[in-house]
């Protein structure tokens, strides 16, 4: 509408038209996910009591806990915004956080600032990080049920897992939380899988690991469930540099 | 778009080779007396983790999913076992020495060796020397964890000499890398600002 003002310049122009640029990256997953498969299996065996001792192992465990499960798997979750990932960019993410976080605990206890009571003393102040966790991670598995079979199994298994501890904490039940640890333990032999299966598929070109795809219920082709099947199409400059192609 | 940048995998690998032959050395008794891990702990943290971890984060850019998988994990072992060995410098916390059972450092060599036996796998699809590196690497693991959770000097020298050839087959193929790179055939400006051009 003309009211006799000055317009501003840009209101003469057309508007421009709307771009996308769709830039590919290499699956951040695996890293983050091996990250949680390595950390959820030691610290899980040693709740188990497959290993190690209740009060002499966690010093010399910690370490590596918060910077694989941690900052690996946390750096992996950022990257999956990238990857325009959403399952990856949240939980991921969130898990880091946890590892850091309960390395951060450990951290405190190994100085003295701080006693962690035994399995079967009640302990609500870290009961009550595992009930975000439980409901953030099961409604991931909710998500999940769109994508694929093993990745569905992780969030699941996690998530229900996180309620058990969640519960064993709080109570000082042992036997609870011993029963979210076996689950973590399964949860985290299908994030070693998943893992796999995706850095198989992105390196050799071809569907290495089955990805576990229900017809019709899941995004991608039952095509995926076939070793040797070709899943993806990259755009690539093949004679450049890292990253116009995909690289080693 | 794609955006090229340099191939993340050579500071990855000289990383890696430079953590693992000074580790493994020491590891396999070739130098040095329990006191050194205070000495060689800052090398393994700056270099080998986060040397490593800027790598692997710059692996996902370059569309390099072993690097980034690789690289990532292994810059959180050298930042994890670089921080016990700082504690126990500081006397925060007693670590186990060499020959003694060290059942937590047994069980992450378990899963490191399972995860690198994981990625070498992938890594023959476009990488024989990388396969032929990480394959010696996972080997290590397993050998290191045999001898930290059995407390045997044996299985521990082992591991040593497979990490430090994993070593060499790491610097060989971080070399590798940097040299081919130069048969690259880059799209690029000939006059233009580092990034427009290919270098400096």
């Known amino acids: 509408m003309d009211d006799g003002r000055p317009q501003p310049d840009e209101a003469r122009l057309e508007a421009p038209s709307a771009r996308i640029y769709l830039t590919p990256v290499a699956p951040p997953a695996s890293l983050g996910l091996f990250g949680f498969f390595a950390s959820t299996m030691v610290v899980s065996t040693w709740i188990l009591g497959w290993w190690g001792t209740p009060t002499g192992s966690p010093p010399t465990m910690f370490e590596i806990a918060a910077a694989f499960g941690g900052l ?12 325009r990932d959403p399952i990856g960019s949240a939980l991921l993410t969130m898990w880091g956080t946890y590892w850091m976080a309960w390395g951060l605990l450990q951290l405190f206890a190994a100085i003295g600032f701080v006693t962690i009571p035994p399995l079967d003393v009640a302990q609500p102040g870290f009961a009550v990080w ?25 969030l699941l298994t996690v998530g229900v897992g996180c309620g058990f501890v969640a519960g064993g904490f709080w109570a000082g039940s042992s036997t609870w939380t011993k029963v979210g640890a076996w689950l973590f333990v399964i949860g985290a032999c299908a994030a070693w899988y998943t893992a796999a299966m995706v850095l198989l598929e992105y390196a050799w070109g071809r569907v290495i690991l089955p990805f576990g795809v229900l017809p019709k219920l899941m995004k991608m082709s039952p095509v ?21 192609r995909r690289a080693t | 778009m794609l955006q090229p940048v340099a191939a993340p995998s050579i500071l990855g690998y000289f990383a890696l080779a430079s953590a693992l032959i000074i580790y493994g050395s020491w590891l396999a008794g070739w130098w040095g007396t329990e006191k050194d891990t205070a000495a060689f702990f800052p090398f393994l943290i700056l270099f080998g983790g986060f040397g490593q971890l800027a790598a692997a984060l710059w692996g996902y850019r370059a569309r390099a999913a072993v690097a980034a998988a690789l690289h990532g994990s292994w810059a959180a072992f050298w930042l994890g076992l670089g921080l016990v060995y700082l504690l126990g410098t500081t006397h925060t916390i007693t670590v186990p020495g060499r020959g003694d059972v060290w059942q937590s450092m047994g069980e992450w060599s378990i899963y490191f060796a399972i995860i690198t036996w994981t990625t070498a796998f992938a890594a023959l699809a476009r990488s024989p020397l990388g396969f032929v590196a990480q394959g010696l690497l996972g080997t290590a693991s397993a050998f290191a964890a045999a001898g930290f ?6 299985w521990e020298d082992l591991a040593g000499w497979f990490f430090v050839a994993a070593a060499a087959v790491a610097f060989a193929t971080g070399a590798y890398t940097m040299v081919s790179g130069a048969h690259d055939e880059p799209v690029q400006y000939e006059h233009g600002d580092p990034g427009v051009k290919v270098g400096q």
């Open chain 2, 149 to 154: 959770l059995d407390g045997s000097t044996g």
């Open chain 1, 72 to 83: 690996a798997q946390f750096a992996a979750g950022v990257w999956s915004f990238r990857a």
């Open chain 1, 224 to 244: 995926a469930n076939r070793p040797g099947a070709r899943i993806s199409a990259p755009v690539e400059y093949a004679l450049g540099q890292p990253g116009t």
């Open chain 1, 130 to 154: 595992f009930i975000p966790l439980c409901v953030f991670t099961t409604w991931g598995a909710v998500a999940a049920v769109r994508e694929n079979l093993p990745l569905f199994t992780v």
